[in-house]
């Protein structure tokens, strides 16, 4: 079952960060996959480094495209991105110490966290990247 479908109303319309954030979505829907199906703890693990591998690159590729494109919004793009960086590492670290189990409550906050950004900040980018002839 799906918990996440990245849809075209989704889309920045930058091919690159496009097949980023469906990286991103199946990931999460592989999170969900072992959640729900009470796979090891392992393959949790591996997911997670998937995860944290993901926001690694594909924050690297946005930033890297506002600074050579001069996005006026960088820093507050950039701080987002790092917002979600920190939980995910804060999530990583509570997880391997044992402190907590991966939860439903963290899929959605992912979820709600990839819809939103994805509308509300990386839209907004990906029409100032199109402007500049970027596809």
Known sequence: MRFITWSETLSVNVEEID????WLTDIINT???????KKGK?????????LIEYTRLHFET???LMIKYKYPAYEQHKAKHQELADKVSEWNHALADGKVKLSLEMLE???AWLENHEVTVDQPLGAYLNARGVR
């Open 19 to 22: 097949a980023q954030h469906q």
């Open 31 to 37: 999170l969900y996959d072992e959640l729900t199906e």
């Open 42 to 50: 392992r393959l949790l693990e591996i997911v997670l480094e998937s």
């Open 62 to 64: 946005e930033e890297n």
């Open 109 to 111: 906050f992912l979820k």
